[in-house]
């Protein structure tokens, strides 16, 4: 009996910790500017929280164009952008807590510019099941399946588009790929083909395009990246955007030069996961410090 008073009492004691909690909303900066790992205000996108430089252990920075946590093993990935000589176009992991980065290997996806630089992935995203996916920034804005323990991506197929112009990328829980490919393009891709069909043409609070999207539950947000200033940095702007119509409602001014964002949502988020955790915690027994 005392046994399963402890049990509800831990089971209750998650159960409010979980509905207490909220979903923290990562970003990431690259667009004319070093890496940088902030948390957001999903509600404002002011600023909550700078985190630090996306640097390694040897304090090579990273400017990161792509966030993704991995729903199976909680984990941070993050896309690199080409701005920084032997640290382009690579899968990375990071360290939410501390914005450390270690590399996982290069996209090696094939396209390359006219310049000689390597497609990287313009955003990133993974499904329930664990499937990375990103957005290719050179050869036009192809679908891609990614290897998160090597970092090698592999093309899915045409989108029928030659020219990226943003990219962002979200997967929802019913697994539908939804993507920005273009300034004013809003629409999903194909799982299995890589084809992009068109759902309505966006608005953009200060222009250039959506370079991420992530979603909260069902809620879809973009991060509008605008053209960069003379002089200047670019400017951003968080919205959320309906998935069946397209319509962007804009949140607010966010920081210049982020290129990425992705929530974290509190676990465990199951029944299971909730019971999994609360005998865990009979288990181990109380602290004694």
Request: include cysteine; aromatic fraction near 6%.
């Amino acid at each position: 009996m005392r046994l399963t008073r402890l049990f509800c009492c831990a089971l209750c004691a998650l159960v409010l910790s979980v509905r207490a909690g909220a979903a923290v909303l990562y970003a990431a900066s690259s667009a004319g500017g070093p890496g940088e790992l902030y948390i957001l205000n999903p509600a404002t996108g002011a600023m909550v929280q700078d985190i630090g430089p996306l640097n390694d252990v040897t304090g090579k920075n990273y400017p990161v164009t792509g966030l993704a946590f991995n729903p199976i093993t909680g984990l941070l990935y993050g896309s690199t952008g080409n701005s920084t000589a032997g640290a382009e176009a690579r899968l990375v992991t990071i360290n939410p807590a501390s914005g450390l980065v270690s590399v996982v290997g290069s996209f090696n996806a094939g396209p390359v510019s006219s310049t000689g630089t390597p497609s990287t992935m313009s955003d990133i995203a993974f499904d329930s099941a664990g499937t990375l996916r990103g957005i290719g920034s050179v050869g036009g804005p192809q679908l891609y399946t990614i290897n998160p323990a090597t970092g090698q991506a592999t093309v899915v197929g045409a989108s029928g588009l030659t020219s990226t112009t943003g990219g962002g990328i979200a997967i929802n829980a019913a697994g539908s790929i939804f993507g920005t490919p273009t300034a004013t393009r809003f629409g999903t891709y194909n799982p299995a083909t890589g084809v992009y069909t068109n759902i309505a043409t966006t608005t953009l609070p200060v222009g250039g395009g959506y370079a991420a999207l992530a979603f909260d539950g069902g809620t879809l947000y973009g991060l509008d990246l605008g053209p960069t200033p003379t002089g200047g940095v670019p400017p951003t702007h968080l919205v959320t955007i309906n998935t069946t119509t397209g319509a962007v409602t804009d949140i607010g001014a966010s920081l210049p030069s982020l290129d990425a964002i992705a929530f974290a949502v509190p676990e465990p988020t199951s029944l299971a996961g909730l019971l999994t955790a609360a005998a865990l915690m009979l288990r181990r027994g109380p602290r004694r410090d």
